[in-house]
């Protein structure tokens, strides 16, 4: 059983608004706070929200190792956990640290943002200089947000995912990321991976999963695949009637929605042996 974390079990009744099941509906993006919809690619408050609520405890440390504006830390601050969040693009963690300034219940928490690659092991150095600070050699939650390979460029640098050449070189680029989330969450903690799916090539690529492969190959558990509803976003937001058209026109489904995949890491003892890999070389086009 999951030890319940922010509400008492015996009162289950009384969370409505705490999601149990794997179709997740939230409606328009929060914007209580110091959350703005105004970054591409940002994910909605809610998805940080649901998750810290059910899977972590105040003063609690979490890691989001592709931060962008900052959602994830704004709700730790909101709900009294510990945060640290890792972004590669020097004007977006200084943007972000500004917006987080403007967050409220300042001072109930550590709340840290870096500038580094979630790819690269120094990161993880800087991560743990941090976790020490609060006497912890690890973090409870790990969130993983990567760009959806190259729908929207984040960057120039050549390090960022969004401009990794060909999906292979994305997929073995984001292994790193993936094996550095495994070696920073304490066994027993969670890791939560949010990432959706792309067309190329007039075909459907599996993006989120052959990222949760990766996941899977890391030795981390699959606890849950929640399936999140996509609102109108700044892409599509103004262009409904153009991608109606364009799905009757080459005959496919527009995407309407995302994964929210929750992985735990297994205690000390119970780690097994991961399963047969699904995801092409890392030199496939």
Known sequence: MIKPCDFDLARWKEYPDLLTESLWILGARSKDSAHVGDYWGNFVPQIPRQILRRFTSPGDWIVDLFSGMGTTLIECRILGRNGIGVDLNEDVVRASRERLGAAGNPGAACIEILQGDATHPDTVGLVREVLARGNRTDADCVFLHPPYHNIIRFSRDRRDLSNARGEGRFLEAFQRSVTHATSLVRPGGHVVLVIGDIFRR???????????????????????????????????????????????????????HEYVMLFRRPLTGEEVKPPPSLVPDPGSP
């Open 202 to 256: 007039g075909q459907v690529r599996p993006l989120g999963f052959l990222c949760m492969e990766m996941c899977r190959r890391s030795g981390l558990e699959l606890r849950a695949i929640n399936v999140k509803d996509i609102q109108n976003t700044r892409g599509k937001g103004h262009r409904t009637n153009l991608w109606r058209y364009r799905a009757f026109k080459e005959g496919l489904y527009v995407f309407r």
